[in-house]
């Protein structure tokens, strides 16, 4: 069965949503800085494989999905999870450092995204979906509401350069802080992904906001 990759599989929705496509009886691949094995040990009843990889590092990125592939076969969804989350405000942070937060929060997603998208067009069919935020921007929040406005920004393009060749691209916009037990609880977002992945071409969402 075609699997799944999750990009930024720390504690929170990514932990939810690689727990939930695992239940449906997708492998898994795990990426995240630092390499998330307690996670893929969770992972009961399919193959899980943890892997580590800084998704602002676009050779150590590619170099995991592709060692995901090798492991698990092409995936049929990719998660990118992957953010810088601080607060600062205008004028606070170096350009190095809104750097740093851009390449994480924006250019991991493209490069993981152009990685993936030519096999996954090549089949006709496959999922990328983006883990967004920030509905509403924060001036306390400098570059994690830039981030998150890229990313929506990012979805779309993708979507209209590779929705017509069956590639589905969509964003979850979570709107508060994660915590489970919460109004944002990672297990009721993941359920999210989940139904985004499965919908019916022509219900295709571009974006859920919860």
């Not at 979850?172 to 297990?187: L, N």
Request: no cysteine; net charge negative.
């Amino acid at each position: 069965m075609p699997g799944a990759v999750v990009i930024g599989a720390g504690p929170g929705i990514g932990r939810s949503v690689a727990l939930r496509f695992a239940r449906e009886g997708l492998p898994v691949a795990v990426i995240s800085r630092s390499k998330p094995q307690a996670l893929a040990d969770e992972i009961t009843g399919v193959r899980a494989v943890a892997l580590a990889a800084d998704s602002a590092d676009d050779t150590a990125l590619r170099a995991a999905l592709d060692a995901a592939a090798a492991e698990l076969g092409p995936p049929d969804v990719v998660v990118y999870n992957a953010a810088i989350i601080q607060a600062d405000a205008p004028g606070e942070l170096s350009v190095r450092a809104h750097k740093d937060a851009w390449a994480v929060n924006v250019v991991g997603a493209i490069t993981a995204a152009a990685h993936v998208a030519p096999a996954m067009v090549e089949r006709g069919a496959g999922t990328f979906l983006v883990t967004g935020g920030m509905p509403d921007p924060s001036p306390d929040y400098v570059s994690l509401s830039l981030g998150k406005a890229g990313i929506r920004a990012l979805v779309d393009l993708l979507a209209q350069r590779y929705d017509p060749a069956g590639v589905h691209f969509a964003s979850v916009t979570v709107g508060g802080a994660v915590a489970p037990g919460g109004p944002y609880d990672p297990d009721d977002i993941a359920e999210h992904y989940w139904r985004l992945h499965t919908q019916p071409r022509d219900q295709w969402e571009r974006e859920i906001r919860v």
